[in-house]
């Protein structure tokens, strides 16, 4: 079946810095999105992205569906920022198939 | 706003046990799903349901079944609770399938002794 990496693993910033982060997924998609899941373990989808550039506010991705790649950008980023981003695809199989996340901490 | 809500935010079960988890979502969605999550493996799928009384088996259904009798809730059953079962369970709903949003509830962390 597919298969789905995000990265990194684990990412650490200061409040106010930029980051990015990658989805490389193993076969076409018709769908891809991007999640965020705050401490609390709530799920909140931010993209509904299988081609092109999205953006809202201090969040933008871009998915390039021929190099099967995603990246989520997230500027001067807020320590509310701070949970796990997950990248899912779905290749018509009917389901999504998750990546394993990136886990964000944004320090004060 | 979707609304999806889970019956338990946290629930203690003991071994053997039947356990029924329900979710509901209010935005007369077609389809919900049921994943399980757990460190290192991410989210799972159990079980989906496109329509009323139907329902399709996800990557992990063993020791899981569902019941779908209205629109608007989705019920996860273990038949007979067993401790590997541990785990975050998260509901979700969309309107048009997998090709689409997809809106999840706040999660019920499932413990078996």
């Known amino acids: 079946g597919i298969q789905v990496e995000q990265s990194p693993p684990d990412l650490i910033l200061q409040e106010g810095a930029n980051s990015t982060l990658r989805c490389n997924f193993s076969?076409?998609?018709?769908?891809l999105q991007w999640f965020h899941q705050n401490p609390w373990g709530q799920l909140i989808n931010l993209f509904y992205i299988p081609s092109g550039t999205k953006q809202n506010g201090r969040l933008s991705a871009t998915t390039v569906a021929t190099e099967r790649y995603s990246l989520l950008y997230i500027s001067s980023s807020q320590t509310t920022d701070s949970g796990v981003y997950f990248c899912a695809v779905d290749n018509q199989g009917g389901k999504l198939i998750f990546g394993q996340g990136t886990e964000l901490s944004v320090k004060p | 706003d979707v609304k999806v809500t889970q019956s338990s935010r946290y629930l203690v079960k003991r071994t053997g046990e039947k356990v029924f988890l329900e979710c509901v979502q209010d935005?007369?969605?077609?389809?919900m799903f049921w994943y399980r999550q757990d460190p290192g493996l991410g989210l799972r799928l159990i079980y989906f349901?496109?329509?009323?009384?139907?329902?399709e088996k996800g990557d992990i259904p063993e020791g899981y079944s569902v019941s779908r009798e209205k629109k608007e809730r989705f019920s996860l059953i273990l038949e007979s609770a067993s401790t590997n079962q541990t785990s975050m369970y998260l509901c979700?709903?969309?309107?048009?399938?997998?090709?689409?949003?997809?809106?999840f509830g706040p999660g019920t962390r499932l413990t078996v002794l």
């Open positions: 349901s496109y329509d009323v009384k139907m329902k």
């Open positions: 076969d076409s998609v018709n769908n």
């Open positions: 979700a709903s969309s309107l048009l399938g997998t090709t689409d949003t997809q809106y």
């Open positions: 935005m007369d969605h077609e389809n």
